[in-house]
C-alpha cells in the first residue's frame, strides 16, 4: 500500500465517522423533538411499544414479572435493557436503540469492506449512507422501537462469520433469535453457507458432516438460546413462554394491516377453517426460504464467477423479504427486518438510478395506497373494508413484483470468494 493510498484511507475513514457523528446529532434531535411533540400533541411520536417496555422494567425493578403488564410480549431481557428507563431518565431507551441503528450503519461498512466481499471503500461509504440518513430506522429507532436491535444483532453475526469469528456470531445469532423468532429462517442458509462440501445435492449439503465452522456457529448459538430462555423461564414461568414465544408462534391479526390475511380473519367465523388457514399460511414462507438458500447457498457455490458472502446476503435479504410479504401480520416495522440488508446488495444490483427510484417510489405507492384507505376506514369510519383488503392485495403484489425486479438485476460481484472452514 503506497502513501496516496494510506492517506486516501484515512480521509474516508474520517469522512465515515463525520456521517457518523452528523447522523447521531439527527437522532438525537428526533429523540428530543418526539419529547416536545409528546407533551404538545394528542397523537404520540413515541411508539407505544416503548411505553410497554418501560411499564415492563417498573414491574422488573420492584421484582415482579414484566408479563403483568398487559401487551408485554417480549423477551425480558428487553425490561432489563430498559431498567436505566426508570433509574435514570426515561429516554434512556431511545438513545440506546438509536446508538444500535448507528452501529448498523457502521456494520454495513465493514462488512462490505471485508476481504471475502472486496468492495472499494468508498462505494461500502456510499451503502452505509443509504442507512445512516434513511429516514425510516431514524424514525423507528428515535420512536422507541427494538427493532434496531435485531438489525444489529442479524448484522453483527453476518460480520463475524465473513471473519471467521463463529463463537461470536453464533452469540449474536441465538441472541437475535432470542429477542425476535424471525431470524431463525437464516439458519438453513447460514448452513449451507457454512457447509464444506461443493455438491449442489440438496440431500448432501444436509447430511453433509458438520466441520469447525458449523459446529462452532450452531452449539454457540443453541447454547446461547437456551440458556438465556430457559433462564427466564425459571424466572417467569408459563407466562413468559405464553407471551413471548407462543403468542408470536400462533398470533392472528384480525386488525386491519398491511396483510391480507387480516380480512380472512376478521370476516371468517369458523375457527377449524382459520386454524387450517394459520398453518397452509406457512407454506409460502417456508418454499420461498428454500427456494433461495438452495438457489444461493448451493446451486451458485462452485461457480467462481460469483462472491459466495454476496449470495449468502442476497438469500438472507429474500427469505426475510418474502417472508414478511407473505406473513399473516405485516406492520411498518417489519419492514426493517429487510431493509437493513439493502445497502449491502445496492452496489451489486444493475439497476440504473432511474429504475432504483422507480422501484423506490412503487414500494411508497403501495403503502401509500393501503393506509390512504386505512384512515377512510379507521378514522373517518367509511365502510370501505373489501376496498382496504384490495389494497393489501396490492401492496403484496407490489413486492412480489419489486423482489422479482430486484433477483433479476443481482449480479455479485466476480471475484473469487475463500472457503469455508
Known sequence: MTSDDIEENDSLLASIETHLVISSVIRIFLIFYGWVHDQIFRLQYTDIDYIVFTDGSRYMKDGRSPFLRHGYRYSPLIAFLMLPNVYLMPLFGKFLFAALDIVTGYLIYKILVHPRVKLSQSKALISSLIWLYNPLPMIISTRGSADTLITFLVLGTIYFILSGQYLYSGLLYGLAIHC???????????????????????????????????????????????????????????????EAWLYHINRKDDAHNFSPYFYAYKTIRDQSILRLLSYVAFIPQVMAILYYSIRYCIQYK?????????????????????????????????????????????????????????????????????LLIAYLYQYLRWNVLGLLACCSMIFMIINLVIQFIIEKNFVPKPTVDQKSD
Open 180 to 242: 425476535k423468532i424471525y431470524p431463525i429462517i437464516y439458519s438453513l442458509p447460514i448452513y449451507l453457507f457454512l457447509s464444506g462440501s461443493t455438491t449442489r445435492l440438496f440431500s448432501s449439503q444436509i447430511l453433509s458432516p458438520f466441520n469447525r465452522a458449523k459446529l462452532t456457529f450452531f452449539f454457540s448459538s443453541f447454547t446461547t438460546l437456551a440458556l438465556i430462555t430457559y433462564g427466564y423461564y425459571l424466572r417467569y414461568g408459563h407466562l413468559y413462554l405464553k
Open 302 to 370: 462452485k461457480q467462481k464467477s460469483t462472491n459466495h458472502s454476496i449470495n449468502l446476503m442476497f438469500a438472507l435479504f429474500s427469505s426475510t423479504y418474502l417472508f414478511v410479504t407473505l406473513n399473516k401480520v405485516v406492520t411498518s416495522q417489519y419492514f426493517i427486518w429487510y431493509l437493513c440488508f439493502v445497502p449491502i446488495l445496492y452496489p451489486f444490483l444493475k439497476l440504473t438510478g432511474w429504475q432504483t427510484l422507480s422501484l423506490c417510489a412503487l414500494w411508497f405507492f403501495g403503502q401509500g395506497q393501503w
